[in-house]
Every structure is written in C-alpha cells, then in structure tokens.
C-alpha cells in the first residue's frame, strides 16, 4: 500500500478512485444508447421508404407469384421509376427477390435469374417484417451482392399481392448513409449529453454526501487522536507513578527490616544488659543475706525470699526480651532456597513450640526469587504459626508453599476453634493487618477464611513477574486475628 494514498482525506479518495468508473460507465451507457439511437433512426429511415417503395412497385408485381417472373413490360416500367428523378434521390439501386431467393430484378442488370443464399435480411422480409441496416461491404463481397458503394443502408421490404394477400416478392433497396449520419450523429449527442450529464449530477451529488461524511470522520478522528494522546499520557503517568509505589514498597520491606534488626539489638544491648547486670547484683547480695547471721544487723534488712521473687521476676524479664529480640532479628537466608526458607521457619517453631506441623513445598528447581520474596514468606509464616500456637494450641497445622516462575503462593491452615470475622476485623489487630501490608505491597494477594469450630486456612500469593494492574486493589483479607 502507498502511505500517502492513505493520507487522502476520504472525499479525496473517491474523487480519485470514483471518476474512472464513472467515466468507464459513462463511455459504455453512452455508448450502448448511441447504438440503439443509430439502429432506431436506421430503421425508421429504411421502413418510411419502404411504404413509399411499396407504394410504386406493388402495383407492378401483382402476378409476379403466379407466373415466377417478371414481364418485359413490368421490368421496363421499373427501369423507368429507378430513373425517375424521385427515385433516384431517396433509392441507389433496386432488386426484386422471388422469396425463395431467386433475382427476379436488378437496378444495374446483374444477377437476374440466379438463386443465392438468403441472408438475414431476405429471411426476416419473407416472414413479413421490414428488416434495415446499415451495411459494409468490400471487394468481391459488394460486387456479388450488387451494394453500389462500400457503406449503404440496406432495406428489405415484403411485396404483399393484394387479391391474395400473400408475399409474391421481395424488394432490396439501397440508399445513401447522409440521412442516417446526420440525424442519428445529432440524436447521439443529444443521448451523449444526457448520459454525461445524469453521471455528472450523480457524481457531484454522490461527491457532496461523501464529503461532508468526510468531514465528521474526519472531526471524530481528530477527536480519537487527542483522545488516545491524552490517554497514552495518562498511562504513562499511571506507569510511572506505579513503578514508584512499587519501588517504595520494596525500599519499606528494606527499611522495616533493617528497624526490626536496629531494635532487636537495641534490646539485646540495652535493656537485656542492664537487666542482667542487676540480675548479677541481686544474685550476690542473695548469696550474702543467706550467709550473714539475721540478728547481726539492727537494721532490717530484705529477706532472701524477696530477693529470690525479684531474681525470677528479672530473669523472665529477660528471657522475654530475648525472645523478642530473638524475632525481631532476621536470619541469614539470602542463600537459601524458597523451601529451605520454609523449612528453617517450621523448624525453629516446632524447636520452641513443640506443635506439630505438617510442611509440603513444590518449588521449581533453580528457581531464583528476590530477597524481598524470602523475607516475605519468611515473616507470613513466623506470624501465621504464632497465631497457631497463640490461638490453636495443639490443633492439626498444614503448611504448603508453592513457586513456579510466576508467583509464590503460600497456604497455612488449622483445625482450630476458629473465630468471628466481623469481630477480628472491629479489633483491628496488628498482625493480620501487617501481613496484609507486606504482601500488598509486593502486589500480591491476601486471603483469611475462618469458620468457628472449624478452622482458620490463610492463602498468599506473590507474583515474581510484572503485577497486575489491579491485583495490589484486590485484597481478599475477610477478617483478623
């Protein structure tokens, strides 16, 4: 295709593409009623001088059916007519035909008596029609068939007897084309005229419809145009401002870990510290209360049972602290695989718990997932198996991880005593609502089912490749614990 044919505007391109097959039509309509005018004329032409023919030779030929020729007076007499100054101004030559094709007459004397083939013309006079046509012949084909000039018009016309009213003959009469010509030729250009005039109003008209149906496709295409800008922008504005929640997103997965770490340490080497070096302290002055005689002071001093309470009200102090800490601080499991992940978890938490779990993992081997993925599932599974042993002590635990190059997708489930939704959602605890958080953030999708006295089952999924539109707005958390 030619890109700037399709740069026309549409009524340029029916200009251009409708004017040869009108012009086409216009050639070939006229040039079909032109024939048809010429025919018309040609036969008017041959049949009024066939009544004025008729009207000479017929009284001449009333026998001529039933003696099979011609007398030398009715020969003579129509000599005489063909020279007659009438005659020879409307008619150039002159035969008589017997209809079985025989010559009973002819105007320059050649043929008399011979029996030729009938032809088109002889046969339709013989049924009783006046057949006229304008005829060509050259050579030896105008010489046989005695036609005086080249180009002629040709008329036969059927010789009734009148007693009898039968065709005795038939008479073949030639005459000059100038009639024809100039009267067919102006009856043309009027038909002519009235052809390309009918295609030219047809044109114009057909030219004004396509035109102004043009100009409205061509205004809403303009109005499509600016459309598609405006939204190809928005798009663009949309993708940009996607990559960048994207982009914080994950730098808020960076951040909360690295704050959890800050505060597990903050904890580990402050208030752990302290509370152990006080622990130290009241150990000691324990030891010396036990070994100092209770009378060798006079003033009162602490018993050793207070100090004993106090010594275990610090120490699960900071063994609290230490769990917490212990939590709070991720591991090292950027070289691990997906199910290694998953198994340290279980591991840990049946370490600690003694809960029985049921791990399954089906993860694509060398399968490569971002480090934001493996902290994800890491910390989905420590909180989910906390609200397992928190809430579910005890009950049958399943967890499933699966990953494929598309996504993770992540399933616990429980056959605890379960819980009202509406009522965990109206409490608007933390853990649910930051596991929620996480997997949104990754564009991911969060699903909590729980039925009382039926269980808890909880459904993450986490894509690897490029998320959805609409899958960070398509949470289907229904309640939390």
């Excluded at 094709?101 to 004397?109: E, I, Y």
């Excluded at 990754?442 to 690897?464: E, I, K, N, W, Y």
Aim: proline share 4%; charged share 25%.
């Amino acid at each position: 295709m030619n890109p700037a044919r399709w740069r026309l505007s549409l009524s340029q391109q029916f200009l251009l593409l409708s004017f040869p097959i009108l012009l086409a039509t216009t050639v070939l309509l006229g040039g079909w009623v032109g024939r048809q005018v010429h025919d018309s004329v040609v036969h008017r032409i041959g049949a009024d001088t066939a009544l004025y023919v008729d009207g000479f030779i017929a009284p001449q030929l009333q026998q001529v059916d039933e003696r099979g020729d011609l007398t030398e007076a009715e020969a003579r007499a129509l000599f005489e007519m063909i020279t007659d100054a009438e005659w020879a101004r409307r008619i150039v030559a002159l035969r008589i035909w017997r209809p079985d094709g025989t010559v009973l007459f002819s105007s320059d004397g050649q043929g008399v008596g011979q029996k030729l083939d009938i032809d088109e013309g002889l046969e339709a006079a013989v049924a009783g029609s006046i057949f006229s046509e304008v005829s060509v012949r050259r050579g030896q084909a105008q010489t046989d068939h005695g036609q005086p000039l080249e180009r002629m018009i040709e008329t036969y016309t059927p010789i009734h007897t009148s007693d009898r009213g039968r065709i005795g003959a038939i008479a073949e009469f030639y005459q000059l084309p100038d009639e024809v010509d100039r009267e067919a030729g102006a009856a043309q250009r009027r038909s002519w005229g009235v052809v390309a005039g009918a295609m030219l109003a047809t044109y114009l008209l057909l030219f004004v419809l396509v035109r102004r149906g043009s100009g409205l496709i061509a205004a809403q295409r303009g109005a499509l145009s600016a459309q598609v800008r405006r939204l190809t922008e928005l798009n663009r504005q949309n993708r940009e401002l996607h990559e960048r929640v994207r982009s914080a997103a994950q730098e808020a997965v960076v951040v909360n870990e690295a704050l959890l770490q800050r505060i597990s340490a903050s904890v580990h080497d402050g208030p752990c510290q302290d509370l152990g070096f006080a622990l130290m302290q009241l150990r000691n002055l324990q030891d010396r209360l036990m070994e100092a005689p209770a009378a060798a002071s006079a003033v009162p001093q602490p018993g050793a049972q207070d100090v004993a309470r106090i010594s275990q009200a610090v120490e699960a102090a900071m063994a609290d602290l230490r769990a917490i800490a212990a939590n709070l601080e991720l591991p090292d499991i950027e070289p691990l695989a997906l199910d290694e992940v998953a198994e340290r978890v279980v591991r840990d938490f049946v370490g600690k718990t003694r809960q029985e779990v049921q791990l399954s993992c089906a993860v694509a081997p060398d399968l490569r997932v971002p480090g934001r993925i493996k902290t994800t599932v890491y910390r989905l599974l420590q909180e989910s198996l906390a609200n397992v042993w928190r809430h579910a002590r005890g009950s049958r635990c399943q967890v499933m991880v699966g990953a494929d190059a598309r996504s993770v997708v992540i399933e616990v489930n429980d056959r605890g005593p379960g819980f009202d939704l509406q009522v965990a959602l109206a409490s608007g605890r933390l853990g649910l609502s930051g596991m929620r958080q996480r997997v949104e953030s990754l564009g991911g999708r969060f699903d909590l089912r729980s039925t009382q006295g039926q269980g808890t089952a909880m459904r993450v999924s986490l894509p690897l490749t490029e998320p959805e539109a609409d899958s960070a707005s398509k949470v289907g958390l229904e309640s939390g614990r």
